[in-house]
């Protein structure tokens, strides 16, 4: 059974900075293209990025970002480690949510939820003075 942890979620100003991580186990990350979201109070569950497994693309990950979030956030994967984190900077109060990381064992990697089937339990953000 597939399990994922997210940790590194915190109280943070605007502007600042966290990393979130993702500790997996029960599956081989190699071939599970691993995904964050986040959904906020009142709002829908909203892909943030995602990473492909490293086995699928020898020319490297294919890595994706929402719009809102595109150059103040970076995705990596360490397959050692069993671990992907979500490195977010210029942090703004629009950030605020609960994180969650996802696997899911398909070709590349698209911020949708619904293809994801193993998700953590979510580590709260937020982003206020």
């Known amino acids: 059974q597939p399990q994922l942890v997210e940790s590194g979620g915190n109280l943070v100003q605007p502007g600042g900075s966290l990393r979130l991580s993702c500790a997996v186990s029960?599956?081989?990350?190699?071939?599970?293209?691993i995904g964050w979201f986040r959904q906020a109070p009142g709002k829908e569950r909203e892909g943030v990025s995602c990473i492909s497994g490293s086995s699928i693309h020898s020319s490297g990950h294919i890595i994706v970002y929402a719009d809102s979030v595109e150059g103040r956030f970076t995705v990596s994967r360490d397959n050692a480690k069993n671990t992907v984190y979500l490195q977010m900077n210029s942090l703004k109060p629009e950030d605020t949510a609960v994180y969650y990381c996802?696997?899911?064992?398909?070709?590349?990697?698209?911020?949708?939820?619904?293809?994801?089937?193993?998700w953590g339990q979510g580590t709260q953000v937020t982003v206020s003075s």
């Open positions: 029960g599956l081989a990350l190699d071939d599970y293209a």
């Open positions: 996802a696997a899911d064992r398909a070709f590349g990697c698209v911020i949708v939820s619904a293809v994801y089937d193993a």
